[in-house]
């Protein structure tokens, strides 16, 4: 018996699964390190270690917490 059968299907459907994910793995690479895009991940990569004033600090609004001063774990605001 010739035609479609599932092993047929599911062997086609494997290597062009296959095929796509490599060229989107490929394309995903390109793109983290071509030189273009250098300067905004190392931007991007400093945001957890800059300092804020608490003053400038955004607060949380769902738990309350802004960064504490040196410890980095937040502080909870008494309302009212």
């Known amino acids: 018996m010739t035609g479609l059968t ?18 989107m793995f490929l394309a995903a690479l390109f793109w983290v390190l071509s030189p273009k895009n250098r300067k905004g991940f190392d931007e991007a990569a400093g945001i957890p270690f800059r300092e804020m004033d608490d003053a400038d600090a955004p607060q949380d609004a769902a738990s309350g917490l802004k960064p504490g001063p040196k410890s980095g774990k937040g502080e909870r605001e008494h309302h009212g």
């Open 6 to 23: 599932y092993e047929t299907v599911a062997r086609f459907s494997q290597q062009v699964g296959t095929l796509y994910f490599g060229a």
